[in-house]
Structure formats: C-alpha cells, structure tokens
T-cell receptor, first 116, second 114 residues
Framework: NAGVMQNPRHLVRRRGQEARLRCSPMKGHSHVYWYRQLPEEGLKFMVYLQKENIIDESGMPKERFSAEFPKEGPSILRIQQVVRGDSAAYFC??????????????FGPGTRLTVT | DQQVKQNSPSLSVQEGRISILNCDYTNSMFDYFLWYKKYPAEGPTFLISISSIKDKNEDGRFTVFLNKSAKHLSLHIVPSQPGDSAVYFCAASATGAGSYQLTFGKGTKLSVIP
C-alpha cells in the first residue's frame, strides 16, 4: 500500500512565479490536509479538503494561496506570485474516513519550496 | 502564541538508556495528543497517541504519559537505539469543529549515541 505521495520533492521558483505542489493521498483515504513548516518551526495547519470540497481553509494566507482536491487526480496547493517568505517545507497528510473516531494523519515526504 | 511547547530543542542519550521527551500545552480544549518522528528530508511518521481519558499509553519501547492537571505529556523510549535518532514532534487536537487540526510543537532533536 503506497504511502502519501508528494511531488515535486524540491521546487525552486523566482519571486513572482507560481508554485504548484501535488499530493496523492494513501489508497482508501478521502481526507487531505496541508501543513507548512517554516525553518526552525513546527508544522502549521493550512487547509483540510475532501474530494471536490474545501472543508477548512482557516490556516491559509488570505491572498495568493489556494488549494483543491478534484474528483480525479491529486490535491493541488497553488501559490501565486511567490515571495521569499513562502520558502518552506509543505507537507500533505491524509486520513481515512472514520466518522466519530480519532485517527492519525499519515504524512507525505514534503515539498521543499525555495524562492530565489 | 505557541499552544504546544517543546522546550528542549535537542537531547543526547546513550544507547540502551531511557530517552524522555517533554511537551507542554496551554489550550485546555486539547484532548488528543500524538507524537511524530521525523527523519531529515522525510515526512513525520506517527508513533503513538493518547486520549485525555487516559494517563498512559504503551506501544513496545514507546510510552506516552499525560498529566492533564499540569498540561504536560512526555514520551519515554526504552531502551534507546541509534535508529531512534530523529526529530520528535508533539501534536495536539481538540474535540469538536476543527478536531482534525493538529497543532505541533517545534520539535526536539534526539541523538542516541552508540
């Protein structure tokens, strides 16, 4: 059973360009979460999605950031007009649908975004 | 405002000895706690969790203790092995809306010396 897949693993963008980060959840998982880790910090929640639905985007910056999880294909985290402060590791996690049960989230290897 | 704090950035332990990693939290609504282990250039890997209705949970060499009155939890690794060298993150969540949001500490880097 393949784990959570993220690509690319490393992404370099110049200021003002767009960054697209992809995440394929574990097989059988329908819940996807994105977290960001700045240098020397813990992971911070950004957004929670289910297929074709954004459930909670309270951790997303108000501008330039968007996320989707289409019916077919991976979840995408999109950062428009990147700035140096966007340089970070972006982790995707997934979990199965177990209503009423606490479950752990399984993390992918992350995408390390560097903005030059 | 850090709601989950890991005050020791690093810890060194001899192989075979006990490693104790500590975590404090401030949000009294947190009722589910997890420990994740992270190697460089990899994602966090789930280790062990504990619900607030318990004060101890054990899984092999790993035991997590929860002291709700002190808002403190700790992870014990016995015996420590060189392969345990990694960064350990404490995370917490609260029941209700947003229970899926994990709040992480900054991590403690454990080095197990052979």
């Amino acid at each position: 059973n393949a784990g959570v897949m993220q690509n690319p693993r490393h992404l370099v963008r110049r200021r003002g360009q767009e960054a697209r980060l992809r995440c394929s959840p574990m097989k059988g998982h329908s819940h996807v979460y994105w977290y960001r880790q700045l240098p020397e910090e813990g992971l911070k929640f950004m957004v929670y999605l289910q297929k074709e639905n954004i459930i909670d985007e309270s951790g997303m910056p108000k501008e330039r950031f968007s996320a989707e999880f289409p019916k077919e294909g991976p979840s995408i985290l999109r950062i428009q007009q990147v700035v140096r402060g966007d340089s970070a590791a972006y982790f995707c996690a997934s979990s199965p649908e177990l209503a009423g049960v606490r479950y752990e989230q399984y993390f992918g290897p992350g995408t390390r975004l560097t903005v030059t | 405002d850090q709601q989950v704090k890991q005050n020791s950035p690093s810890l060194s332990v001899q192989e075979g000895r006990i490693s104790i990693l500590n975590c404090d939290y401030t949000n009294s609504m947190f009722d589910y706690f997890l420990w994740y282990k992270k190697y460089p250039a990899e994602g966090p890997t789930f280790l062990i969790s504990i619900s607030s209705i318990k004060d101890k949970n054990e899984d092999g060499r790993f035991t997590v203790f929860l002291n709700k009155s002190a808002k403190h939890l700790s992870l014990h690794i016995v015996p420590s092995q060189p392969g345990d060298s990694a960064v350990y993150f404490c995370a917490a969540s609260a029941t209700g809306a947003g229970s899926y949001q994990l709040t992480f500490g900054k991590g403690t880097k454990l080095s197990v010396i052979p």
